[in-house]
């Protein structure tokens, strides 16, 4: 087993020599600089990551709490997110514990979204009259945030790359007004621009480093601690603090703290989920826990904001 | 005349939403037109991912001009009635029409323009448009009422002959531009009007027609697998869903790496339907092959090679994803899989799945044991072999077990063997609930264990069983037959329903979220095509012992369950052509729990009541019943309300292998009061001959129909009863019950109520229509 991962983590730097060529395809890291031009040139604040761990960029509180509120808001920002459960040990070549979301929320939604986005796909270099772009029906829900939208996944040659949201509610309110929402994988995207079969393969610059020297060892590990490694009672024990310090945080009124801790809870049931320790009856019991504290976050926010629902 | 085209632009429309829109923006249109009094000669629609389009043809350029009347007060109503008349039409005293005292007022309305009436009209479609499932955007969100449509509405043609109908909704003003293709022609097109509208599209590369975009994805697929040498697995699901999803249909076939096949082929169909809305394709044998067919929405530059690639490459992703899941579940034997069915709740009430499990093993072991499921035929009414494919009613000699092919050992197990197989397959049934494959793609449950039993060495009747044990599913779906699988099928179905029946968790209305309806009809069909003779009771205690003790005291279900699948029985003989009213009128004499033999009277019944004899003896019958009821002369023998003569006597062991040479001692003891005892008192005057032959008639009748029912022979029974159809004939004839003698009243009342008595010995005719 642990020849295989070896073996695995060498092939990717055998290649990266070859992968450099005349009309260079975008890089990693030069794709994630052309969506921040483009949205920048859009009217978008260029934010960064939020320092925590998190499922997705819609738990950033650029775009959970921001939405809230008649304010206008409009933002684009990268989003690293963890998922214990889809690790692979950095064997999958697609499925990944830790990858990058770009994320760009527009409030309100725009009447031009859909060009606007498809003006995206362009400055990253997709051509639609080569490539198949489609908007599919996929009804967004976020259970453990009180949050739903309507929208499509974006298909491009069939690979799901975007996710593309108006959210409804948020939180368990109603949006006024509605917020665009969309989500892009970095990583599947950038499989399409340098037509690569593996992640680990993917060209991160422009100077031979490649995605999978970066992060294979990253999947390796991290897989094997969510899976096997991660003591559950002490998992257990942080999902209960983060539980009372949020209402600790909501009983003095302060909404920004109180999300955070959502978010830590959050993500430990997450690695409780990939330790396998959680019953599906019990899942119901922690989603709802979770729920609780970020729709009590966003109350906070509105009240803080003197906005009513 | 005029026709009158409508385009409702929209950010892209689920593809599942499409048909349903079509219709609902016909009906509104029809309906806003009628409120008019307009009517078109013709009203068709398309829809795409872009646009929903109607176009209505015929239309008069101005409605009818109509003359109202409106009924006032009389002539000589006081003032403020008048008054008020006046004010309410707006019309003076001198303008109202008087007509036999009464006031009315008249008024003429002149013809509107169709366009006003449109105009008025698209607003009120698009703000009552039913979508499953719509939603709120952009600046005007900031209130709840801004409006809702299934995606942001994005532009209005509305085109009365050639001009445009204006209106305005949320904003957008109607018109007669709108756009392309989105990336063949992204721009604005203006179109001239209803005639011109799907040609001008198509040169925009935009086929507006969804039956004209399937047949072409259809013809496609099919060329382009034919090109391949291979042959496309017909999907009409998917050919409409891509149909929905694509303005420009253009169908692609690409491969994937043949090394996937090693995932069972069910597994690479589903990923590919499921998830990519991808067809698959047959090589020349038949078997799946490493092939597959998008539809993609563009002419693409390249002719495509880029998108089968990009295509391909998912779909290595997906198979990845699945042979990962396949190999990684192959590794852990479903035996210790089926520990962990002990984490998923079944029910809050009912406990875990491992619970269910271990009684559903217990059942199926029991069903085995009971020689209720056995190796080989097990009853007198079917015949033939267990085990293979012919039904068994279709087999002819009950005598001589015709030895099955199919299975060489069939002769030689014993039902001690076959209870360990049944008990095994149960044990592991439901272990695939917990695989990754599973997880991933419910629907393959059953399957997916199936696939690992067999892998892991199960005996392969266990692995069939395994894969079977949920069949069948839905009317038409296959009804198992062999023996191990009847066996897991049945104790499995009979499970849920006893379970649920027991926490009186019983389906009501359109409610019936654990589908027990359907595990109902699946039991019955199951039992009626194995032609399996059990009781209800039976089982149900059966199930009560495998639940434990603590169940025992709250099953009171038996009594729900019975009238369930009487029921359910009914829907379910209602294809086969039986009447639901037959099927009443033998459960309604209540205690019968073999629901094989239930049928057999039901059908003999059937074929009887069919016959004029049936239909006379049933008119005769009603009419002694009338006069009985008209006479309050309470019936001698009461019909049994659920629980009844005979029920209580236990049955199961001997059932599956009684014969027609040993009736039942349950059935005898329905036999009909002897005459001695009742009905042939004796006569304090000489009777009249139709009386005395009838009398004479059911002295006969009523112990030929007993021994025929104890036998099973319904038609016999039938035919008995057959004979009291010309004596009462007769009897109604010539013969007045109503005598002014209270004896003689009496005598012919009691004899009437014999008559009924025997009759209800077969069914109780009350209950039958017509």
């Known amino acids: 087993m642990a020849e295989a991962k070896r073996c695995a983590w060498l092939t990717p730097s055998r290649h990266c020599g070859k992968a450099r060529r005349v009309t260079q395809p975008l890089s990693f890291q030069n794709m994630i600089l052309r969506l921040h031009d483009y949205w920048s040139r859009h009217g978008c604040l260029i934010l960064q990551p939020h320092d925590m761990e998190m499922g997705a960029g819609t738990f950033h509180p650029a775009t959970t709490l921001r939405a809230l509120g008649p304010d206008s808001w409009n933002a684009a920002f990268v989003q690293p997110c963890r998922r214990p459960t889809d690790g692979r040990y950095g064997e999958n070549p697609n499925r990944l514990q830790h990858y990058y979301q770009y994320q760009v929320i527009l409030k309100p939604s725009p009447p031009d979204l859909q060009e606007l986005y498809l003006g995206s796909l362009a400055a990253i270099g997709i051509d639609p009259l080569l490539h198949d772009i489609r908007f599919v029906e996929d009804d967004w829900e976020s259970p453990t945030l009180g949050a739903w939208g309507l929208g499509w996944e974006v298909w491009c040659d069939g690979m799901e790359v975007t996710q593309f949201t108006y959210f409804q509610q948020m939180g368990g309110f109603d949006m006024k007004p509605v917020a665009g929402e969309l989500t892009y994988g970095l990583e599947r995207l950038a499989l399409y621009i340098q037509n690569k079969d593996s992640v680990y393969d993917l060209a991160f610059n422009d100077a031979g480093v490649t995605y999978g020297q970066v992060f294979h060892e990253n999947e390796v590990e991290m897989s094997t601690w969510n899976f096997e490694i991660a003591d559950t009672d002490s998992l257990f024990d942080q999902f209960r603090k983060h539980v009372a310090e949020c209402e600790n945080c909501l009983a003095a009124k302060l909404p920004i703290p109180a999300y955070e801790q959502a978010i830590k809870a959050s993500h430990v049931f997450n690695l409780l989920q990939a330790r396998g320790v959680i019953s599906v009856a019990e899942r119901q019991a922690y989603m709802g826990r979770v729920r609780d504290l970020a729709k009590g976050s966003c109350q906070a926010w509105m009240d803080r904001n003197g906005w009513a629902a | ?770």
Not at chain 2, 180 to 188: A, D, L, Y
Not at chain 2, 663 to 673: I, M, Y
Not at chain 2, 700 to 720: K, Q, R
């Open chain 2, 1 to 770: 005349m005029t026709d009158f085209l409508l385009e409702l632009r929209s950010e892209e429309i689920p593809a599942r939403m499409q048909d349903r829109a079509r219709e609902d923006l016909a009906k509104l249109f029809a309906a806003e037109l009628a409120k008019a009094g307009l009517v078109a000669s013709e009203l068709v629609t398309y829809a795409t991912p872009r646009r929903l389009t109607l176009i209505a043809r015929g239309l008069p350029t101005e409605t009818a001009a109509v003359s109202e009347e409106t009924k006032g007060p009389k002539a000589s109503a006081p003032p403020q009635a008048l008054e008020g008349f006046l004010r309410k039409t707006g019309l003076t005293r001198e303008q109202l029409v008087e007509r036999d005292g009464v006031l009315f007022a008249v008024i003429d309305k002149p013809g509107r323009a169709t366009a006003h009436v449109l105009a008025e009209a698209i607003p009120a479609i698009i703000r009552a448009f039913p979508w499953p499932k719509a939603m709120r955007w952009g600046a005007a969100s900031t209130t709840m009422e801004s409006l809702r449509w299934v995606r942001p509405l994005q532009g209005i043609v509305a085109l009365f002959g050639d001009d445009v109908v204006p209106c305005e909704v949320a904003g957008i003003v109607s018109g007669a531009a709108t756009v392309g293709h989105r990336f063949h022609h992204p721009g604005i097109i203006t179109i001239g009007n209803a005639d011109d509208y799907v040609e001008k599209l198509r040169a925009c590369h935009v086929i507006v027609d969804q039956a004209e975009r399937r047949q072409i994805i259809a013809l496609g697929a099919t060329m382009a697998a034919r090109k391949a040498g291979l042959e496309l697995v017909q999907d009409e699901g998917l050919l409409t869903e891509n149909a929905g999803l694509t303005e420009f249909p253009v169908p692609l076939l690409g491969r994937f790496d043949a090394a996937f096949l090693d995932v069972p082929p069910e597994v690479i169909q589903l990923t590919a339907r499921v998830n990519q809305k991808y067809f698959v394709c047959r090589d020349a044998d038949g078997a799946l092959a490493n092939a597959f067919v998008c539809t993609a929405n563009i002419d693409a530059s390249d002719g495509g090679a880029a998108i089968i690639e990009g295509n391909r490459k998912v779909l290595a992703a997906r198979l990845s994803d699945a042979k990962f899941f396949y190999d990684t579940d192959l590794k852990v034997p479903l035996e210790e899989q089926a520990r962990k069915l002990d984490r998923i709740v079944f029910h809050e009430k009912l406990g875990t799945v491992a619970d269910k499990v271990d009684r559903v093993a217990k059942l199926a072991r029991w069903l085995v044991e009971e020689g209720i499921v056995a190796s080989s035929a097990p009853l007198p009414l079917a015949g033939g072999a267990g085990g293979g494919h012919v039904p068994l009613a279709n087999a002819s000699d009950a005598d001589s077990p015709s030895p099955n092919p199919s299975r060489e050992r069939e002769g030689e197990l014993s039902r001690a063997d076959l209870a360990s197989l049944a008990e095994r397959a149960a044990r592991l049934c439901k272990a695939d609930l917990v695989t990754g494959m599973v997880g991933e793609f419910p629907e393959l449950q059953g399957l997916m264990g199936g696939y690992y039993a067999a892998a892991q060495g199960e005996d392969p009747a266990v692995a069939a069983a395994i894969r079977d044990h949920y069949k069948p599913v839905g009317q038409g779906d296959d009804v198992p037959t062999d023996p191990v699988t009847v066996a897991v099928s049945l104790a499995d179905k009979l499970d849920t329903l006893a379970a649920f029946f027991a926490i009186d968790e019983r389906p009501t209305g359109s409610k019936d979220p654990f589908a027990l309806r359907r595990a109902a009809l699946g039991v019955l069909a199951i039992q009626t095509s194995s032609h399996l003779r059990y009781d209800i009771q039976a089982a149900y205690e059966a199930w009560g012992r495998a639940a434990g003790k603590e169940w025992l005291s709250i099953a009171t279900g038996l009594e729900h369950l019975r009238y369930f699948f009487a029921d359910r029985l009914k829907v379910q003989q209602r294809e086969a052509g039986v009447r639901h009213d037959l099927i009443d009128a033998v459960f309604a004499l209540g205690g019968e729990d073999d629901l094989v033999r239930l049928l057999a009277r039901v059908h003999a019944l059937q074929a009887f009541i069919g016959t004029a004899d049936g239909a006379n003896l049933l008119a005769g019958y009603k009419r002694a019943a009338n006069i009985l009821k008209k006479e309050g002369f309470a019936p001698s023998s009461p019909l049994p309300s659920g629980e009844g003569q005979g029920a209580s006597a236990p049955r199961g062991e001997g059932d599956a292998q009684r014969t027609p040479d040993h009736p039942h001692p349950s059935d005898a003891s329905r036999l009909p009061p002897s005459p001695e005892g009742r009905g042939d008192l004796s006569l304090s005057y000489t009777p009249e001959p139709a009386e005395a032959a009838l009398a004479n008639a059911l002295d006969s009748a009523e112990p030929a129909a007993a021994a025929a029912i104890g036998a099973e022979d319904f038609a016999g029974a039938m035919a008995a009863l057959a004979t009291l159809r010309a004596p009462i004939d007769q009897f109604f004839e010539s013969v007045i019950v109503n005598d002014a003698h209270d004896d003689k009243r009496a005598a012919r009342l009691a004899l009437l109520d014999r008559v009924r008595a025997a009759v209800h010995n077969v069914a109780d005719f009350s209950k039958i229509e017509g």
